[in-house]
């Protein structure tokens, strides 16, 4: 049929949802809508070995920061890897840092709570006895080899791309936490 009106029906207002494009992102976010739904889709291989992923993540940042090692009370004692990765309160400290980062991941989905609730998270380390804003960036690449191990074949480019946007928005967004909240206590140091 070649009337217009059975034209418009089958080409303007196709019901099938996966002719659609997916709705745009908040411009705010580093990710596109598509990126974002990759990203929570891989970050769940990812959270079903959380502890394993945490203690892994913190393994490589200590093995290339080990002066951040005495920011630590709990485990500051830890010299070997094997006394590192053993330790009950490191994958306790881990597994928090992996549920931090997973509510940051979530909360892409509603950028206003994911800023709200990350700087907060950033603001928090004003309370750490010589924590400074740039041990914040020391995490990134921890993260993404833990990441990468975890996932293994699933670590593929696109998904690595994925997560280094999602890592560094949401460590940028700790280090603005930070330094906002030294400004709120007339502090500056970062």
């Known amino acids: 049929m070649g009337c217009k009106l059975s034209q ?5 207002f196709s019901h099938d949802p996966f002719e659609k494009p997916p709705p745009p992102s908040d411009p705010r976010s580093p990710l596109t809508a598509k990126q974002q739904y990759c990203m929570l889709a891989s970050w769940k291989g990812v959270f079903r070995q959380v ?8 393994v490589k940042l200590f093995e290339e920061n080990e002066e951040l090692l005495h920011l ?22 881990a597994t928090q840092v992996m549920h931090t980062l997973d ?5 892409l989905a509603d950028m206003d709570s994911f800023f709200t609730y990350v ?15 740039e041990n914040f960036m020391k995490i990134e690449q921890p993260f993404l080899e833990a990441a990468k191990t975890t996932l293994g074949e699933r670590y593929t480019p696109n998904i690595e791309n994925i997560y280094k946007l999602t890592i560094r928005f949401i460590l940028e967004n700790l280090v603005k936490g930070y330094e906002e909240a030294g400004e709120e206590n007339g502090t500056t140091q970062t």
Request: a positive charge; proline letters at 2%; zero cysteines.
């Open 8 to 12: 418009l029906a089958s080409s303007e």
């Open 103 to 107: 509510e940051g991941i979530k909360g």
């Open 119 to 133: 700087r907060h998270v950033g603001g928090t380390h004003r309370q750490v006895p010589g924590f400074k804003a």
């Open 51 to 58: 502890e394993k992923t945490g203690i892994l993540l913190f």
């Open 72 to 93: 630590f009370e709990k485990f500051r004692e830890l010299r070997t890897k094997e006394a590192i990765v053993s330790s009950a309160e490191l994958a306790e400290h």
